[in-house]
């Protein structure tokens, strides 16, 4: 009677402990082999928003003739704080809230909404009256200013860098260390600002496998993630440290089984 009793208060446990998981909860994509998938198809571009800040790099076959067009910085700051020749770094051109930007020569450029192609293009048609007419330049336009947030139920929030402008809702939440077991994962919540200022919200559920085909798929940047929690670590929260509670329950568990065994005897 008494073994079969703390087998039972042990079950108990065990079932209590296991609830607050389940893999049909935790799993990512679980429909993923009965989905088409062709809504997906297209290489995504992200466009240049206002207070973006770009590098404009201008290429000839004659150096001088690009000089004009590749500013750059030559003196910067060392570690105490004084200027320390020697240094070559581009300038970057911030992007007003219109869309402009000041670029040499030329003057101001409307650049606000176009893809980072389109705006190599339109640079180099301003440009090539200003050369002769065997040149051919090569403009590469970079975006420096590329960051996404991650924040909430995660391993690791912070602001990362996205030196290749093309980030993934998975990439994202895999740099802030994936959601933590307490995370919603049906629910996460992403803001994002367009190029008027306008924000708007999103609810991304990373069990569906459609968020694949989803337009909210690719972050722009300054994307906000937000990964809520859920109602187990609401609770905690409410009560106390996870730990604290698992090691209430098992003594609550085993004060009963204990009287229960004396009564029983």
Not at 169 to 197: H, S
């Amino acid at each position: 009677m008494k073994r079969n009793l703390i087998f039972i208060v042990l079950a108990v446990l065990c079932l209590t402990l296991g609830s607050c998981g389940s893999s049909k909860q935790i799993a990512y994509f679980q429909n993923a082999d009965s989905l088409n998938y062709a809504a997906s198809k297209g290489l995504f571009d992200a466009r240049i928003m206002p207070k973006d800040l770009l590098t404009i790099t201008v290429s000839t076959t004659d150096p001088k003739a690009a000089t004009p067009f590749n500013l750059s910085v030559t003196n910067t700051l060392n570690a105490t704080g004084s200027l320390s020749t020697g240094s070559v770094a581009l300038q970057t051109y911030l992007v007003d809230n219109d869309g402009y930007i000041n670029f040499p020569v030329v003057g101001r450029l409307k650049v606000g909404g176009m893809t980072k192609r389109q705006c190599e293009n339109y640079i180099c048609e301003k440009i090539l009256p200003y050369m002769s007419k065997t040149e051919n330049p090569i403009v590469t336009v970079k975006m420096a200013s590329f960051k996404v947030t991650v924040a909430g139920e995660v391993k690791s929030p912070g602001v990362f860098n996205v030196d290749q402008e093309k980030i993934s809702v998975i990439e994202a939440l895999a740099r802030a260390g994936d959601l933590t077991i307490y995370g919603k994962r049906g629910n996460v919540l992403l803001i994002r600002e367009d190029e008027t200022g306008e924000k708007s919200v999103h609810r991304l559920n990373l069990n569906d496998a459609n968020l694949i085909n989803s337009p909210y798929y690719y972050l722009q940047q300054n994307d906000y993630l937000y990964v809520e929690p859920n109602s187990v670590q609401a609770r905690n929260s409410a009560i106390g440290s996870s730990t604290t509670i698992w090691f209430s329950v098992v003594s609550i568990l085993t004060s009963v089984a204990s009287l229960m065994v004396n009564v029983l005897k």
